[in-house]
């Protein structure tokens, strides 16, 4: 994955204060600002995208590009805490997906699943995107096979054991 430290040199990591990143290029283009989206509310009750959480309970929801992609934005995070200019078309390349100039690609596909579903916030280019994801809503686990509905509430009581 490539990634570099944005130019900018401070980052306001809330959705409504992105304005300053959005001097970046689209995420149509090269690269494509990211920062780390911290709410203290979700982050106390939720799951780090990497769990294995996200595997079972928001893989089904937002699908395998974006789960993927929202992972790769997160190992990002690791080197560079307050955010970085993610190279969209090598992301693209590593995750095995296409990333052209245009919105129909499933890079972009993808990105825009993580804004459909409150996991990304912003727009033109700039996006800032959520470590820990919440507990799976309900209206979503009700589509999701038996099985895996039936073992939501033991992850979840498991998880408040931990906190």
Do not use: K
């Not at 494509?32 to 996200?54: C, H, K, M, N, Q």
């Amino acid at each position: 994955m490539a990634c570099t430290q944005p130019s900018m040199s401070q980052h306001q990591t809330s959705p409504e204060n992105l304005s300053a990143l959005n001097r970046t290029p689209s995420h149509h283009g090269q690269s494509v600002s990211v920062v780390p989206w911290r709410d203290a509310t979700v982050e106390s009750l939720g799951f780090p995208v990497r769990s294995e959480y996200i595997e079972w309970f928001w893989l089904p929801v937002l699908g395998p590009s974006a789960t993927w992609l929202l992972r790769r934005i997160d190992f990002g995070f690791d080197q560079f805490p307050e955010g970085y200019l993610l190279d969209a078309r090598s992301t693209a390349q590593a995750l095995g997906i296409a990333a052209r100039d245009d919105a129909g690609t499933i890079f972009a596909r993808a990105l825009s699943r993580l804004q459909s579903f409150g996991i990304a916030h912003g727009g033109s280019g700039s996006f800032a995107v959520r470590r820990v994801l919440p507990p799976v809503a309900q209206r979503h686990l009700s589509r999701m096979p038996a099985t895996v509905r039936d073992a939501h509430p033991q992850w979840v009581r498991n998880q408040s054991l931990v906190a």
